[in-house]
């Protein structure tokens, strides 16, 4: 499965940017798709994750101004980021999980995109 992210960029605090995910590939069906981040120096962290039932769950420092979303006809999620700040620079990457099917039954696996940067400056 192929995962390929869009929409990163350099913006000045208080500016949006909408991030694209999309997959594509072999799969039975996707469970969840999210976006996680990692910024110079800091571990790798959860930002927004979208589930099969368009359930959402959001980091805290992002609660309030960005937003996850689905076209499910298009494998694709989109980040919408509003109310940029500096401490939001990173690089964000979009993990999938998703299924496939073997004799057995299904198998959970899961594939990342190569991440983009995303740059708050002034």
């Known amino acids: 499965v192929q995962v390929v992210e869009s929409g990163g960029g350099l913006v000045h605090p208080g500016e949006s940017l909408r991030l694209s995910c999309t997959a594509s590939g072999t799969m039975e069906r996707i469970n969840s798709m999210g976006w996680y981040r990692q910024a110079p120096g800091k571990e790798r962290e959860l930002v927004a994750v979208i589930d099969s039932g368009d359930g959402t769950n959001y980091a805290n420092s992002v609660t309030g101004r960005f937003t996850i979303s689905r076209d499910n006809a298009k494998n694709t999620i989109y980040l919408q980021m509003n109310r940029l700040r500096p401490e939001d620079t990173a690089v964000y990457s979009c993990?999938?999980?998703?299924?496939?099917?073997?004799?057995?039954?299904?198998?959970?696996?899961?594939?990342w995109g190569q991440g983009t940067q995303v740059t708050v400056s002034s």
């Open positions: 993990k999938v999980d998703f299924s496939i099917a073997i004799i057995e039954g299904l198998v959970d696996l899961s594939s």
